[in-house]
């Protein structure tokens, strides 16, 4: 989900409270993965398939666990995540509550530290510090946004690479931008939009792709993975002279803009893939809670045109925890220093 839209005004988790539960996950075979399937029986309005991010999220989760199960099994140890929560944001609130309940879910250790809105830089520091120095701490995430009076650039600067499960320190993106160099770790929604792509067959060699929005956590990461995997990419920002144009010529489309539906059904190419990042919130009378989620895209107009299309809610959102806890899982092995299996 685009950073931008998490900022403004009240958010959906906000309005909505708690996250929906989910059953616990036993472990599960590896290469089960019923994305494409999924996918492919899942027809909507127009000819465009769906591409089933909670299904595919949930498919890595459990070999996420089964994987988990393993590493105990040969060296005794789980992988652990650290969660600072600065603040008592309630969308903030229920996305950390979600980390760590997937966490428990695949048999991580979690660890936390809540600390109230006026805690100063130093403090939120110091929390990181420590953690940096807990061996049993493989991973380290502080939850953004932080109160407007803390420098969220040098928090983030200040955990440990080797723990820095977010991807978004420096030298992290630093490494995803130079050929012939590999992050520790890649952002999770970055992560999690070339995940669905790859899980939903989607070949990106040769391809054109536009890249709408350019924030450092969403837009330039995506657009650096997808041009790693050899697609020509275009990024489109408020600066772009014709987007729409930009846009119709793209076989792929990220959209991550922060901005309710701005990429409209006439903007996509026939046959396109329309990867939509965006959780935005719209008044809606009709719904139950008064309001409902809608994308970056225009879905209904989207559908009548792409080949592929990921849903808001139910896209990209779940992918977000889903690579967390990947990348968790890449980092603790690394430092277990687990045997190859
Ligand atoms: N340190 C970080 N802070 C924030 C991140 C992040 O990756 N690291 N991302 C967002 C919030 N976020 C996780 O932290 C997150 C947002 C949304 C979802 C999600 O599953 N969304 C659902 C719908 C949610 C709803 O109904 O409210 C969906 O799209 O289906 C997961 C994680 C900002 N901060």
Known sequence: MSMAMQTRGPSVAQRRGAAAARPPLAPAPLAR???????????????????????IAEDIRREIAAEVAALKAATGKAPGLAVVLVGARKDSETYVRSKKKACAEVGFESFGTDLPEDASEQEVLDVVARYNADPNVHGILVQLPLPKHIDEQRVLDAISITKDVDGFHPQNIGSLAMRGRSPLYVSCTPKGCLELLKRSGVELKGKTAAVVGRSNIVGLPVALLLQNEDATVTMVHSRT???????????VVVAACGRAEMVRGDWIKPGAVVIDVGINAVDDAAAKRGYRLVGDVDFKGACERASAITPVPGGVGPMTIAMLLQNTLEGAKRQIGAPAN
Not at 41 to 49: E, F, H, I, L
């Open 33 to 55: 993965s019923r994305a494409l399937r999924v996918c492919a029986a899942a027809p909507v309005a127009g000819a465009a398939k769906i591409i089933d991010g909670k299904q």
């Open 241 to 251: 002279p014709d987007a729409a144009e930009v846009v119709r010529r793209a076989d």
